[in-house]
């Protein structure tokens, strides 16, 4: 069994950065994708980026393409989250989570899932 840790979260103004980190324990998910999600007070918890195992292929959600970079190193055993140009709607508990079957949008295969990261982003 897996064990997800994100951390980076925190406050930032509207137009900076954050990077969240995503470290695995238990055993080593390098061979699994890995996708982050967020949750905005009073809303669903919605779908942001995945990344493969490799780290070759991404996907990104429509409102955070181009602003969003998720990459990986499998020899520390974490996954990452650039974040740019953050925008107030970007204010959310971040969740990663790991997808045995690849990278994928639908938060129903994701089976192991962190405990989030609050990004509060003021304008």
């Known amino acids: 069994q897996v064990q997800l840790v994100e951390s980076g979260g925190g406050l930032v103004q509207a137009g900076g950065s954050l990077r969240l980190s995503c470290a695995a324990s238990?055993?080593?998910?390098?061979?699994?994708?890995v996708g982050w999600f967020r949750q905005a007070p009073g809303k669903e918890r919605e779908f942001v980026a995945a990344?493969?195992?490799?780290?070759?292929?991404?996907y990104y959600a429509d409102s955070v393409k181009g602003r969003f970079t998720a990459s990986r190193d499998n020899a520390k055993n974490t996954v990452y989250l650039q974040m740019n140009s953050l925008k107030p709607e970007d204010t959310a508990v971040y969740y990663c989570?790991?997808?045995?079957?690849?990278?994928?949008?639908?938060?129903?295969?994701?089976?192991?899932w962190g405990q989030g990261t609050q990004v509060t982003v003021s304008s």
């Open positions: 989570a790991e997808d045995p079957l690849g990278v994928d949008a639908t938060e129903a295969w994701y089976t192991y």
């Open positions: 990344i493969s195992w490799s780290g070759g292929s991404t």
């Open positions: 238990g055993r080593t998910f390098t061979k699994y994708a």
